[in-house]
């Protein structure tokens, strides 16, 4: 990382395209066409914003755990004070609900886009079962490479987002 503000893969592929060729390497091979998927409602692509997940780390942790797997033991997170989201960003929560979700190939369903303020923000206090039947499925069939994320909520920031006084945390020794 480079200097103190977290910002979007389109922005950091125009001030940096080394570093955003080593970003873009999680979507190689099969997910290169989340690069041009659309989120709606707010009218940018999805390498426009940064996504942060609503929930503690440590309970995709415990959910790979209960699945069966055995998830690397170190793996950091920010945990950011919504006092350092600019005003000027915008926020929304993709929902990303298994019954409206149709494949990484699909679009975006505008129900499943929901714009927030950042006080109105509540973190989630436990992991979709969906997300938990996803990581069985993939480890009984043997798949050690598989989304960490599928399922649970995103939260979007369209904007540039300050860690200087972000915590970081180990999913694997934080306590919630």
Same mark, same amino acid.
């Given at each position: 990382?480079? %200097?103190?503000?977290?910002? $979007? ?8 395209? *080394?570093?955003? *060729? ?37 309970? &995709?942790?415990?959910?790979? &755990? ?5 998830? %690397? &033991? ?9 006092? $350092? ?21 699909? +679009? &975006? ?32 069939? %043997? ?15 369209? %904007? +540039? ?16």
């Amino acid at each position: 990382m480079i %200097g103190t503000k977290l910002k $979007t893969l389109n922005e950091i592929k125009k001030t940096n395209p *080394e570093l955003h *060729e080593l970003y873009i390497d999680k979507y190689k091979p099969n997910r290169l066409m989340l690069l041009e998927r659309r989120i709606p409602k707010l009218d940018c692509l999805w390498n426009d914003v940064i996504h942060f997940l609503p929930i503690h780390p440590k309970l &995709v942790y415990n959910g790979l &755990v209960e699945a069966g797997a055995k998830p %690397g &033991v170190h793996r950091f997170f920010y945990k950011i004070p919504l006092s $350092t989201i600019s005003s000027e960003a915008s926020i929304a929560l993709y929902k990303y609900s298994k019954d409206k979700f149709k494949g990484i190939n699909d +679009e &975006v369903d505008n129900s499943e886009i929901e714009l927030l303020e950042a006080q109105g923000y509540r973190e989630l206090k436990q992991l979709p079962l969906e997300t938990i039947d996803y990581y069985k499925i993939q480890i009984s069939s %043997g798949n050690k490479f598989f989304g960490l994320y599928h399922f649970v909520p995103h939260v979007f920031i369209k %904007g +540039e987002v300050d860690v200087e006084h972000a915590e970081i945390i180990d999913w694997n020794e934080q306590e919630i």
